[in-house]
């Protein structure tokens, strides 16, 4: 069974940092593209970043392109999201995500996913 652990949201000023982590549970990590979300109330979930299971690709959304970095360490079991330069619009819940190994459907389609952690908070204060 899969499960996913989100930590290191929290409460940031504009122009700040953070790092988030999703720690995985069971087999084939190693073989799973693995993505962030996130749904800030009111609003749809909306894709963020997404890694391949080897780590060589990487995926963004327009909006945090250039600002946020997604990588993995397979050896931990864990995708990283690195968020620099943060705006107040990027205050949501920020969802890990997986699906089944060796699926590289469409990486920004929230309904390709099978898996999700439970969400960590990151609120940016203007």
């Known amino acids: 069974q899969v499960q996913l652990v989100e930590s290191g949201g929290g409460l940031v000023q504009a122009g700040g940092s953070l790092r988030l982590s999703c720690a995985y549970s069971?087999?084939?990590?190693?073989?799973?593209?693995m993505g962030w979300f996130r749904q800030a109330p009111g609003k749809e979930r909306e894709f963020v970043a997404a890694?391949?299971?080897?780590?060589?690709?990487?995926y963004y959304a327009d909006s945090v392109q250039g600002r946020f970095t997604i990588s993995r360490d397979n050896a931990k079991n864990t995708v990283y999201l690195r968020m620099n330069s943060l705006k107040p619009e990027d205050t949501a819940a920020y969802y890990c995500?997986?699906?089944?190994?060796?699926?590289?459907?469409?990486?920004?389609?929230?309904?390709?996913?099978?898996?999700w952690g439970q969400g960590t908070q990151v609120t940016v204060s203007s």
């Open positions: 069971g087999r084939t990590f190693s073989s799973r593209v």
């Open positions: 890694i391949s299971w080897s780590g060589d690709n990487t």
């Open positions: 995500a997986t699906r089944r190994p060796y699926y590289s459907g469409a990486y920004g389609a929230a309904d390709e996913y099978n898996y």
